[in-house]
């Protein structure tokens, strides 16, 4: 099994930069397609973007182009979410997640799962 910590949530001005790390310990994180989700309050977890186990393949919402980017270090077994240009409708529950076979844009086809820090974009 794979254990995920997570770090980088808090709060942020509009306009402003973040950086989530997801940190796996077990087994090695380069093993595993991975992600990033979102959930906020009401609605449901959202899919925000996909890297593969290599690192060569990337996809984003089209809510976040152009603003986030996925990234990943397999030899120090991180991954990590850059968010900048940031508004008050990225604000909600920050999910890593590892390893799926199936679709990746649906959360229900992962299988391990981060703490999920808070992110607040606010003035």
């Known amino acids: 099994q794979v254990q995920l910590l997570e770090s980088g949530g808090g709060l942020v001005q509009p306009g402003g930069s973040l950086r989530l790390a997801c940190t796996g310990s077990?087994?090695?994180?380069?093993?595993?397609?991975m992600g990033w989700f979102r959930q906020a309050p009401g609605k449901d977890r959202e899919f925000v973007a996909y890297i593969s186990f290599s690192g060569g393949t990337t996809d984003y919402v089209d809510s976040v182009k152009g603003r986030f980017t996925i990234s990943r270090d397999n030899a120090k077994n991180t991954m990590s979410l850059q968010m900048n240009a940031l508004t008050p409708e990225d604000t909600a529950v920050y999910y890593c997640?590892?390893?799926?076979?199936?679709?990746?844009?649906?959360?229900?086809?992962?299988?391990?799962w981060g703490q999920g820090p808070q992110v607040t974009v606010s003035s």
């Open positions: 077990g087994r090695t994180l380069g093993s595993y397609p």
């Open positions: 997640a590892a390893e799926t076979s199936n679709y990746y844009r649906n959360y229900r086809n992962w299988n391990h």
